[in-house]
């Protein structure tokens, strides 16, 4: 059932969700362009304005879909930033750094994130017993972290047209990449499957737990290290009983 409260926190996520992707987005169109490719800012997609990066299906539709109707779970996309190879002295390597740069800002984001949070601790006080309002505070911030975590994680599977897929490629040998390139027309159904056809099985009586929710663990455990690094106890805020 939907409740205020409910559409009021499918929103700040898909909000969150956002602002992080488009980070994302940027990563790949600078690097892009420090490698010799004008294409995505002649296109308009060296910005920080989200509204140049969102896909209406995969950026709005899908995720208010997910958080609002299955517990926070969702996935998405943004537009894919236009690359030509042609533009780069070495389009393999080349193509394997752009992919990666998505994930890698998403996980500076997060230690941005959590540094502000710590700033925030240290100035502040940021106590739940003073305020309710600094725990809330806190545990947007860390959930904030979590899915930048999240998108870097779920980016670098090895499936197209996933950032792993060009980074896998671009580390194998010129005749293994021959090989493994030819996997890219099954690469969106197998991610479909991966992560529909677990609660698919679910449903009918079948125990076997979503790829997606393993990827969330992996996550959670990185974020645990990453606050443990900028010296933020994220475990504690994280799992809060909210």
């Not at 780069?88 to 890698?104: C, E, T, V």
């Not at 998108?151 to 996933?162: G, T």
Request: with cysteine; glycine share 8%; charged share 10%.
């Amino acid at each position: 059932m939907l409740t205020s409260e409910s559409i009021y926190l499918a929103i700040l996520t898909i909000t969150q969700f956002i602002i992080l992707l488009t980070f994302h987005e940027w990563g790949h169109a600078k690097s892009a362009y420090m490698l010799g490719d004008p294409t995505a800012r002649d296109q308009g997609r060296l910005s920080l304005n989200p509204a140049v990066h969102i896909d209406p299906i995969g950026t709005l539709f899908l995720p208010l879909i997910g958080s609002l109707f299955f517990k926070g779970l969702f996935f998405g996309w943004a537009k894919p930033v236009p690359v030509n190879p042609y533009n780069l002295k070495h389009p393999r390597r080349d193509l394997m750094l752009i992919a990666a740069a998505g994930p890698f800002m998403n996980i500076v984001l997060t230690f941005v994130i959590l540094g502000i949070l710590k700033l925030l601790i240290v100035f502040f006080g940021f106590d739940a017993v003073r305020s309710g309002l600094y725990e809330q505070i806190k545990l947007q911030m860390v959930i904030s972290a979590l899915i930048s975590v999240f998108l870097a994680a779920f980016n670098m599977l090895p499936l197209f047209p996933l950032d792993g897929f060009s980074v896998v490629n671009g580390l194998l040998p010129e005749r293994a990449s021959r090989q493994f390139s030819k996997l890219a027309p099954y690469g969106m159904l197998i991610l479909m499957c991966l992560i529909f056809v677990p609660h698919l099985l679910r449903s009918i009586g079948f125990f076997i737990l979503p790829p997606l929710a393993i990827l969330g663990k992996i996550s959670k455990g990185i974020l645990i290290l990453i606050g443990k690094i900028v010296g933020v106890p994220v475990d504690d805020i994280l799992f809060l009983p909210y």
